[in-house]
C-alpha cells in the first residue's frame, strides 16, 4: 500500500522560512514526478513546485526565487526550502507522487497524494 507522509509545516512569520518534507512508502513502483500544490480558502488548488526523475523543476510564478524542491531518490522523499515566505503563502500544502508501475503488459501512471499540511504566515 502506497503511503505520502507529509512533515514540516508550521507558523512563521513573514520573510521566515520552513521546509516540507513527503516521503513515500511503499513497493512495486517507481516514482516520477513528484512535488507539491497548494490551496488557500476560497482559491483554486495551484502548482507550487515539481521535480522530475531527471532533475528538472518547474515552479509556480508566485514562489520562483523562493521556494526550491529538491529530492532523495533513494529515499523517496522530496523536500521544499520555502524561504521569504509572505502571507499570500498560506494555504495548505498537498504533495503528489506520480507512482510508475510496470507489468508484463505495459507501465501505468497514476498519482497519490498526502494529507496536506498547513502553511501559516503572519504579517
Known amino acids: 500500500q502506497v503511503q505520502l507522509v507529509e512533515s514540516g509545516g508550521g507558523l512563521v512569520q513573514a520573510g521566515g522560512s520552513l521546509r516540507l518534507s513527503c516521503a513515500v512508502s511503499g513497493s512495486r513502483f517507481s516514482i516520477g514526478s513528484m512535488g507539491w500544490y497548494r490551496q488557500a480558502p476560497g482559491k483554486q488548488r495551484e502548482l507550487v513546485a515539481a521535480?522530475?526523475?531527471?532533475?528538472?523543476?518547474d515552479y509556480g510564478d508566485s514562489v520562483k526565487g523562493r521556494f526550491t524542491i529538491s529530492r532523495d531518490n533513494n529515499k523517496n522523499t522530496a523536500y521544499l526550502q520555502m524561504n521569504s515566505l509572505k502571507p499570500e503563502d498560506t494555504a495548505v500544502y498537498y504533495c503528489?507522487?506520480?507512482?510508475?508501475?510496470?507489468?508484463?503488459?505495459?507501465?501505468?501512471?497514476?498519482?497519490?497524494w498526502g494529507q496536506g499540511t498547513q502553511v501559516t504566515v503572519s504579517s
Open positions: 503528489y507522487a506520480d507512482l510508475i508501475v510496470c507489468s508484463p503488459n505495459g507501465c501505468s501512471t497514476s498519482s497519490s
Open positions: 521535480s522530475t526523475t531527471g532533475g528538472t523543476a
